[in-house]
């Protein structure tokens, strides 16, 4: 089994937790621009609280009984199916009216690209791994580097659709994000199921704590940047208004 130093532990588990507490915050958040209560926002936030965590924690004690951990062709690969249940039924949540009513809340498109700050953890834990010999560099460093600028842009992203402009990078933004965690998806399988020959394994992948972030962690990044695309594509740029009243123009001159 696989058995990280603690400091690495803490890592992994901090960016873990620190996204979905965003995501709960940014729900709250906007529930209450939506016009609803701070009882109903705080309802709201509790709710997405108690799936996200109840996932997170179900997630935990599986990886704990090492069920993740499967041989092709023998078991059943239970990984890359909870990653895409879990996609789904976050994609199905949205569709729940006060969940909606949040999402489309004035000033939410910039927001929703704050989660994606704490990614910066996670491809550091990857990186620091694959330093200490317990991740093969085919996919710490593609995983790991791309969710560091994923993370360090994500604010800068949400600071600029802030301030009404950006649109456009905010789009090649959520692009190279779904194909980060795409990326890292596909080499985690082809290399946690040895489909490629690597040292060392990636066998730690499907074990804790890492197996929280494909099973956990990607599935709702993945989400938010679903709904930011959409979002994204619908808001149009307000017209510049005139800087200058129009000139009245000079009255003919009448002849007398």
Do not use: K
Not at 132 to 150: E, V
Not at 182 to 192: D, E, K, Q
Not at 238 to 246: H, S
């Amino acid at each position: 089994m696989y058995d990280p130093p603690g400091y690495l532990w803490a890592l992994t588990i901090a960016g873990i937790v620190a996204i979905p507490a965003a995501t709960c915050i940014v729900l709250y958040g906007g529930a209450l621009r939506a016009g609803q209560s701070r009882a109903r926002a705080a309802l709201l936030g509790g709710g997405a609280a108690v799936v996200l965590g109840g996932w997170f924690t179900a997630s935990a004690v599986i990886a704990g009984h090492g069920w993740y951990h499967a041989q092709l062709g023998r078991q059943v690969p239970w990984l890359p199916i909870v990653v895409a249940g879990f996609l789904g039924l976050l994609l199905a949540l949205r569709r729940i009216p006060a969940v909606a009513r949040a999402l489309a809340a004035p000033r939410m498109v910039s927001r929703l690209e704050l989660p994606h700050s704490f990614r910066v953890i996670e491809g550091t834990a990857f990186v620091l791994m694959m330093a200490l010999g317990h991740l093969p560099a085919l996919f710490a460093l593609p995983a790991g580097l791309g969710d560091i600028a994923a993370g360090i842009a994500a604010p800068l992203v949400a600071l600029s659709l802030a301030r009404g402009t950006g649109r456009r990078t905010a789009l090649w933004f959520n692009a190279f994000g779904m194909t980060d965690l795409i990326s890292a998806l596909t080499l985690g399988a082809l290399t946690g199921y040895a489909l490629v020959n690597v040292t060392p394994s990636g066998a730690p992948i499907s074990e804790l704590p890492l197996a929280l972030i494909p099973t956990a962690a990607v599935p709702l990044l993945f989400a938010l940047h679903l709904t930011s695309v959409p979002a994204l594509l619908r808001t149009r740029r307000t017209p510049l208004r005139a800087t200058a009243p129009r000139t009245a123009a000079a009255p003919n001159p009448v002849a007398h």
